[in-house]
């Protein structure tokens, strides 16, 4: 695949947290044309100063083949306009918070063009939620949705005494990803567009990406609340007092993998993934499969 090949695509990313930010930079340095955009009431902090410092890519980016990309990438369009940003562009990624999907969605829907396709990442059931947005509200827009269970990295803005330092901080890059469109008809189309986005690069050139069987499948396999519910709540002692009893620890060096994850909480969080496997299976659906070992390995987990 060519940066010339790439280039003929343009990626509008919505969403300037740590993903949005990482996905934007990694499409740009891949060559892809490239606009982000962030929502106006959060525009003046996420976006500030993006136009004319990029983002830099910095980090591990540990995996399996190898692959690695780093730099500062420098964007098409930096704008709170998401007329502007989105129209024109095939492909649309969505790089929020499912908190804020409704949102953006509801924003979003009026502005979409036939022929875009739109990935939500990771998609934590936001593909439901944006069909029934387009249901409602445009139903004879011909768009292709879909979701992936994961980001393509473990990412974090980089931030020095608190300041954002326009770098993100990638600590390994996925080599497959697990991923389903809403209808299912349209998986092919969905799981081939991928070759054409730069940030799954390393998932193109790695074992490439996995068809989830119905987004359902896509919404259990993400492992996040799995483990970050039971790790939080079991963990609230550790978090409460680091720093402040353990004499000298900046708050800012906690970790919830390294502090939090005993051999105990892994227990509680291997058998809530079992529970999820269960109503996977109850309803009908599949979901990505994880050995035991994988929940007491920090170096899988972190």
């Given at each position: 695949?060519?940066?010339?090949?790439?280039?003929?695509?343009?990626?509008?990313?919505?969403?300037?947290?740590?993903?949005?930010?990482?996905?934007?930079?990694?499409?740009?340095?891949?060559?892809?044309?490239?606009?982000?955009?962030?929502?106006?009431?959060?525009?003046?902090?996420?976006?500030?100063?993006?136009?004319?410092?990029?983002?830099?890519?910095?980090?591990?980016?540990?995996?399996?083949?190898?692959?690695?990309?780093?730099?500062?990438?420098?964007?098409?369009?930096?704008?709170?306009?998401?007329?502007?940003?989105?129209?024109?562009?095939?492909?649309?990624?969505?790089?929020?918070?499912?908190?804020?999907?409704?949102?953006?969605?509801?924003?979003?829907?009026?502005?979409?063009?036939?022929?875009?396709?739109?990935?939500?990442?990771?998609?934590?059931?936001?593909?439901?939620?944006?069909?029934?947005?387009?249901?409602e509200t445009r139903p004879d827009v011909d768009v292709i949705v879909g979701g992936w269970s994961s980001a393509p990295y473990g990412t974090r803005i980089v931030k020095e005494a608190g300041i954002d330092t326009k770098r993100v901080f990638l600590r390994y890059r996925a080599v497959s990803l697990r991923g389903a469109s809403l209808p299912s008809t349209d998986q092919e189309a969905f799981l081939k567009s991928t070759e054409h986005i730069g940030c799954f690069d390393?998932?193109?050139?790695?074992?490439?990406?996995?068809?989830?069987?119905?987004?359902?499948?896509?919404?259990?396999?993400?492992?996040?609340?799995?483990?970050?519910?039971?790790?939080?709540?079991?963990?609230?002692?550790?978090?409460?007092?680091?720093?402040?009893?353990?004499?000298?620890?900046?708050?800012?060096?906690?970790?919830?993998?390294?502090?939090?994850?005993?051999?105990?909480?892994?227990?509680?969080?291997?058998?809530?993934?079992?529970?999820?496997?269960?109503?996977?299976?109850?309803?009908?659906?599949?979901?990505?499969?994880?050995?035991?070992?994988?929940?007491?390995?920090?170096?899988?987990?972190?």
């Open positions: 695949m060519t940066k010339q090949h790439l280039a003929d695509y343009t990626i509008a990313v919505l969403g300037a947290g740590a993903v949005g930010r990482s996905v934007a930079a990694d499409c740009k340095l891949a060559g892809n044309q490239v606009r982000l955009f962030d929502l106006p009431e959060f525009a003046g902090e996420s976006l500030k100063d993006l136009d004319k410092t990029g983002i830099e890519i910095q980090g591990f980016e540990l995996g399996k083949y190898n692959f690695k990309r780093n730099g500062i990438a420098k964007f098409d369009l930096v704008s709170d306009d998401l007329a502007e940003v989105v129209s024109g562009a095939q492909i649309i990624l969505v790089a929020v918070p499912s908190v804020g999907h409704q949102t953006f969605f509801e924003r979003l829907v009026p502005l979409l063009e036939d022929g875009q396709i739109i990935h939500i990442i990771p998609d934590n059931f936001g593909s439901l939620r944006l069909r029934k947005v387009l249901r390393s998932v193109t050139f790695g074992d490439g990406p996995v068809g989830g069987k119905t987004v359902l499948d896509v919404g259990f396999s993400n492992v996040n609340p799995t483990l970050h519910c039971p790790g939080t709540i079991l963990g609230a002692a550790v978090m409460e007092n680091y720093g402040r009893v353990f004499g000298g620890n900046d708050k800012s060096d906690f970790s919830i993998y390294s502090h939090v994850y005993t051999e105990s909480v892994s227990a509680v969080q291997y058998s809530f993934y079992q529970e999820e496997i269960e109503l996977a299976e109850k309803i009908g659906v599949d979901i990505a499969r994880y050995p035991k070992e994988t929940f007491y390995s920090r170096s899988k987990t972190s």
